[in-house]
């Protein structure tokens, strides 16, 4: 952390205002998640805003699957020393394939169970998706699998966000543990990639820019 935050100072001059802003927030956030090691349901909140201070834009516009996908494929692709695929295949491997197995956290099972779709249609999707998670796992495709991680934490992060979990449940812990565990060793290599890299990672204004207020 103390790393990520002296580069961030190093190279804050020669960075626009909008990016500078970007990674300053989605630091605040990653600290404060280090922080929070016995708070699992914050952890997991606090991470999940570093991540989208980083990448989220007009909200008004969805942040849908094409935008994400185009943002990890561009980290991934600038990320030369290949830290994002050694989280992914070597170092976080078996939390990650444990997450990807997990039905609690795929949408389309809550689907069915809010009546949305057939259980028929619930257990193909399943498939479908796993016989894809399979597909990257043997080509070691790191975009494929950050996108069906990433839509899974999605699913996670709403049933928190929208209530639709209890504080400190039994239930939901080791999706939420091995969750916080992704994204906290993610986010940072996240950061580093962008601060590396910033004349062609700069996104551009956040939704919400600091206001001076008079």
Same mark, same amino acid.
Not at 4 to 29: C, V
Not at 178 to 186: G, H, M, N, V
């Given at each position: 952390?103390m790393m ?38 914050l ?25 994400l ?15 994002? &695929?050694?989280?992914l295949?070597?170092? &976080? ?60 934490? &999605? ?60």
């Amino acid at each position: 952390m103390m790393m990520l935050e002296e580069i961030f100072k190093d190279k804050k001059a020669e960075n626009s205002d909008q990016f500078n802003l970007r990674i300053h927030r989605g630091l605040s956030w990653l600290k404060k998640a280090k922080q929070l090691d016995q708070e699992l349901d914050l952890q997991f909140i606090a991470l999940w805003v570093s991540f989208n201070a980083i990448y989220a834009q007009d909200l008004l516009i969805s942040q849908d699957k094409q935008s994400l996908r185009q943002f990890l494929h561009l980290i991934c692709q600038k990320d030369q020393e290949d830290k994002i &695929y050694n989280i992914l295949w070597e170092k &976080y491997s078996q939390p990650i394939r444990l997450l990807l197995d997990n039905q609690y956290i795929y949408q389309g099972f809550w689907d069915y169970q809010n009546q949305k779709i057939s259980l028929d249609a619930c257990k193909t999707g399943l498939l479908e998706e796993k016989q894809k998670v399979l597909h990257a796992l043997g080509q070691k495709d790191s975009v494929d699998i950050l996108m069906v991680l990433f839509n899974r934490l &999605y699913t996670l992060r709403n049933q928190i966000v929208h209530g639709g979990a209890t504080y400190n449940s039994s239930v939901n812990r080791p999706q939420l543990k091995d969750a916080c565990r992704i994204l906290d060793a993610l986010l940072p290599v996240f950061i580093l990639v962008l601060l590396e890299n910033a004349p062609s990672l700069d996104l551009g204004k956040p939704f919400y820019p600091v206001v001076q207020v008079s």
